[in-house]
C-alpha cells in the first residue's frame, strides 16, 4: 500500500463554525491507521464543534475533509456510518436498553431491513463486550449502571460498529481517575490492537501527553499537530491557557498552579 | 440480540388471552345467548335461535374485530409516540393528537351544517368523517413535530399537547353553542366513543388505515430502535432522519387519526398498553414491542368493551370513560411504583 492511503483522516485549512460565524479557523492534519489522537484546548475554543464537523452533524465552513480517500460531504449516510462511529457527550435517549441491546445496536449499518443479527453481528458484539470487560453487564439495564460502566457500554457499541474512524467527545468527563485511564487505555488497545483511528476530545492533557500518538492543539492560531512529545519542546503547550494561573511542566508532562 | 424464542410463550399467552377476551366479548351484551350457543354459532353450526346467528354474526363479531383494531392500533400509535418524542408519557391523547381528530369531526359534523344548516347529513359520508379527523390529527402532529424540535424539554411538549386539547375544546364550543341540536348530539355521541356501531364498509375501511399503519410501522422497526439512542446516534447509523421521522408520524397519524374518526377519541389506551406490555416483555427492541402491544391493546380494548356493555341491559357505557377508568389508575400506579416511567 503507498504511504499515503495509510490516511484514514485528512482535514487541510479547515474553518468550522456556525452560520459563518467561524468558531475555529485553519485546522490541518492527518491520522493514519492505528493512531490514537486526542484534542486538546480551553472550553470554547471549538473541540467539540470540530468533531461535530468531522462527524458530519454540521456543515464546515470551508477547507477539506478527506475519510478514507474520499471527500467527507460526498459519502452518503449508510457509507459513512460504515467509516465513522461516534460516541456523543450526550446521554442515549432511553436508558431502558441493557447493555446488549445497546451495543448491538451499532451494527445497525450491517443488517438488514429489520435489524437481524447474523452469527458476524453477535461476533462482533461479543467481541466488544469483552473488550471492555462488560460480559457480566451483558444484561444490565443502562440506567442501573454507573457513568464509567455507561461510558465503557458507549464506547464498546461504537467498537462494534467496526469503522476504521471512531470519534469520541469528552469521553472522559464525569469520570474519576481510575475510570479515566480506564477508558483512555481500552481507547489506546483498541487503536493499537485493532488499527482503528480514534479521536477524541479531552482536558486532561497530562493523561493525553502520556497515552496518544498525536495531539492537535485548538489555540486559536496556529492549532499545532504533531506527537507528544515534539509539541512539547516546541513549547506548545506553554500557552495553552492564561500563564499567571497555571504554568506548564515540561519535564513532567503536567500543569502546575502558580503559587 | 435477546433471543425471539424466549418471549415465544409470552405471545402464545396474549394469543390466548385475547382469544378468551373475545369470546366473553362476544357471548356478553343486550341479550342474553348461552355460551354453547356463542360456540356453536361461531363454529358455523346453527345457534337455537336464528335471531342469536344474526346478532353474533351481525353485531358482536363486527364489534369485536373493531375493538382489537381500535386498541391494537391505538396502542401501536403510542409506542411510536413514545419512541419518536423520547417521552415515555407520550401518547395519542396527552400530546393532543386526539383532540386533533375531534377537532377535525367537530368541525366537519358541526361546521358544515353550521355554514349550510339547509343541507341534510347524508353527504357527510364515513370516508369525510375519517378524512377530516385525519386531517386534524396530522395537522396537531405536525405542528407538536415542529415544536419538539425546538423545545428539547419533554415537560413543555406534554404542556403544549394539554394546551392544544384547550384550544380544541374552546374551538369545539363554540361551534357547538351555533349549531343546531341535532348535529351537536352527533358530534356529542361520537365523542362518547364507540365500538359498536360500525358498518361494514367502515369496518373495512379502518382495517385497511390500520393495516397501512401497521405496515409502515414495520418498516420503520430498524429506525425505531436507532430512535432509542437519540437522533444524532441514529444519525450516525446511517438512519435518514428525514425519511424515517415522516414514516413514523404518517404512521401515528393515520392510527391515531383513522381510529378516532371511527371510534371516538378513546383515552388512555395509547400511553397505558406500551407500559403495561414492558412489564411483561422487558425488551426495547420494536420488533417484539409491535406484536406485543397490538395483542395487549386488543385485549384491554376487548375487556373494556365488555364492562360497557352492561350485562344483560340494553344500555352501553359510553366507551371512552370506561378507558379511562380503567388507563388512569394504571398509570397513576406505574408512576408510584416504579417511580420514575421510563421508555
Not at chain 1, 128 to 139: G, I, N
Not at chain 2, 239 to 257: E, N, Q, Y
Request: charged fraction near 15%; hydrophobic fraction near 50%; include cysteine.
Amino acid at each position: 500500500m503507498a504511504d499515503g492511503n495509510r490516511n484514514i483522516l485528512s482535514v487541510q485549512d479547515l474553518n468550522i463554525g456556525y452560520d459563518s460565524k467561524a468558531v475555529a479557523k485553519h485546522i490541518s492534519f492527518e491520522l493514519e491507521a492505528g493512531s490514537l489522537c486526542g484534542v486538546v484546548g480551553i472550553n470554547g475554543i471549538g473541540k467539540s464543534t470540530l468533531l461535530r464537523t468531522l462527524g458530519g452533524f454540521q456543515p464546515k465552513l470551508s477547507g477539506k475533509v478527506v475519510l478514507h480517500q474520499q471527500i467527507l460531504e460526498n459519502h452518503t449516510s449508510s457509507s459513512l456510518s460504515k467509516k465513522l462511529s461516534v460516541v456523543l457527550t450526550e446521554q442515549p435517549a432511553s436508558k431502558n436498553l441493557t447493555v446488549q441491546e445497546l451495543i448491538a445496536l451499532g451494527r445497525q449499518p450491517y443488517t438488514n431491513w429489520l435489524g437481524s443479527l447474523s452469527s458476524n453481528d453477535k461476533e462482533k458484539i461479543q467481541e466488544s463486550l469483552d473488550a471492555f470487560l462488560l460480559e457480566e453487564l451483558r444484561h444490565r439495564k443502562c440506567h442501573e449502571l454507573s457513568d464509567g460502566q455507561l461510558q465503557r457500554v458507549l464506547v464498546a457499541r461504537a467498537m462494534a460498529q467496526d469503522t476504521p474512524l471512531i470519534l469520541l467527545d469528552e469521553p472522559t468527563t464525569h469520570l474519576d481517575l481510575y475510570h479515566k485511564v480506564q477508558i483512555l487505555k481500552m481507547l489506546q488497545e483498541l487503536a493499537h490492537n485493532k488499527q482503528k483511528t480514534i479521536l477524541f476530545t479531552t482536558h486532561e492533557i497530562d493523561l493525553a501527553i502520556q497515552l496518544c500518538d498525536r495531539i492537535l492543539i485548538l489555540d486559536g492560531k496556529n492549532n499545532p499537530f504533531g506527537n507528544p512529545c515534539e509539541l512539547i519542546e516546541q513549547k506548545h503547550f506553554d500557552h495553552l491557557f492564561p500563564s499567571e494561573m497555571v504554568q506548564f511542566d515540561a519535564k513532567t508532562g503536567t500543569y502546575k498552579v502558580n503559587k | 440480540m435477546e433471543n425471539p424464542r424466549s418471549y415465544r410463550f409470552s405471545f402464545v399467552l396474549l394469543a390466548l388471552a385475547l382469544l378468551l377476551s373475545c369470546l366473553l366479548n362476544i357471548s356478553s351484551g343486550s341479550v342474553s345467548i348461552p355460551f354453547a350457543d356463542v360456540i356453536s354459532s361461531l363454529l358455523g353450526k346453527n345457534a337455537q335461535l336464528a335471531t342469536w346467528d344474526y346478532i353474533i354474526w351481525d353485531y358482536r363479531m363486527p364489534k369485536a374485530f373493531t375493538s382489537i383494531l381500535v386498541g391494537g392500533g391505538l396502542s401501536l400509535s403510542g409506542l411510536l409516540m413514545q419512541t419518536l418524542f423520547r417521552n415515555p408519557l407520550a401518547g395519542p391523547f396527552v400530546l393532543g393528537i386526539s383532540s386533533g381528530a375531534s377537532l377535525g369531526a367537530a368541525l366537519l359534523l358541526m361546521g358544515t351544517s353550521m355554514l349550510a344548516g339547509f343541507t341534510s347529513f347524508s353527504f357527510i359520508g364515513d370516508v369525510s368523517l375519517a378524512i377530516a379527523a385525519s386531517i386534524g390529527s396530522f395537522l396537531v402532529l405536525a405542528v407538536v413535530m415542529i415544536v419538539a424540535q425546538r423545545v428539547k424539554d419533554t415537560m413543555a411538549l406534554l404542556i403544549i399537547g394539554l394546551m392544544f386539547g384547550s384550544i380544541t375544546s374552546a374551538i369545539v364550543s363554540i361551534l357547538a353553542y351555533f349549531s343546531s341540536a341535532e348535529s351537536l348530539q352527533r358530534f356529542i355521541f361520537w365523542s362518547f366513543g364507540s365500538v359498536g356501531n360500525l358498518s361494514t364498509d367502515q369496518l373495512l375501511l379502518l382495517a385497511a388505515i390500520v393495516v397501512i399503519g401497521i405496515l409502515l410501522s414495520i418498516v420503520s422497526i430498524k429506525s425505531l430502535n436507532a430512535f432509542l439512542l437519540g437522533e444524532n446516534y441514529a444519525r450516525s447509523l446511517g438512519v435518514s432522519l428525514k425519511k424515517s421521522r415522516l414514516t413514523i408520524i404518517i404512521a401515528t397519524g393515520l392510527l391515531a387519526g383513522g381510529i378516532t374518526a371511527f371510534a371516538g377519541p378513546i383515552a388512555f389506551v395509547g400511553l397505558a398498553v406500551p407500559h403495561l406490555t414492558r412489564q411483561i416483555f422487558d425488551t426495547m427492541e420494536h420488533k417484539i414491542l409491535i406484536p406485543a402491544v397490538m395483542l395487549y391493546g386488543g385485549i384491554l380494548m376487548l375487556l373494556c368493551d365488555t364492562l360497557a356493555q352492561l350485562p344483560n341491559s340494553a344500555s352501553v357505557l359510553p366507551i371512552n370513560a370506561i378507558t379511562s377508568l380503567v388507563g388512569a389508575p394504571v398509570v397513576i400506579w406505574l408512576l408510584v411504583r416504579k417511580r420514575k416511567m421510563m421508555f
